[in-house]
């Protein structure tokens, strides 16, 4: 009698692991959405302030690479980085 007692108990504890694995790979599953969203997030917003930011870098070099030019002459640099800013914020 005390085999089946066992028996029962180790069946009982086998599918109640079992039963425990699937329930926390449930649970699991909103929380890897929510991370792989909030990846996909910030490489978004990463991707969206370099664009503007490589813009403001060339135009930088373009005016400081050429110094002897005047401010009015680099206008169309200086309106780019204007451009790119704003676009960033």
Not at 2 to 20: D, K, M, P, Q
Not at 44 to 59: F, G, K, M, W
Not at 62 to 68: G, K, P, V, Y
Request: proline share 2%; no cysteine; net charge neutral.
């Amino acid at each position: 009698m005390w085999h089946r007692l066992a028996i029962s108990s180790v069946v009982f504890l086998g599918l109640a692991l079992i039963a425990s694995i699937l329930l926390a790979k449930l649970a699991l599953e909103p929380i890897k959405k929510s991370w792989k969203k909030q990846l996909d997030f910030t490489a978004d917003a990463s991707h969206e302030l370099r664009t503007p930011l490589a813009v403001i870098q060339t135009s930088l070099d373009i005016i400081l690479d050429n110094e002897e030019e005047t401010v009015k002459s680099q206008k169309e640099w200086l309106e780019n980085i204007l451009l790119a800013s704003k676009k960033g914020l």
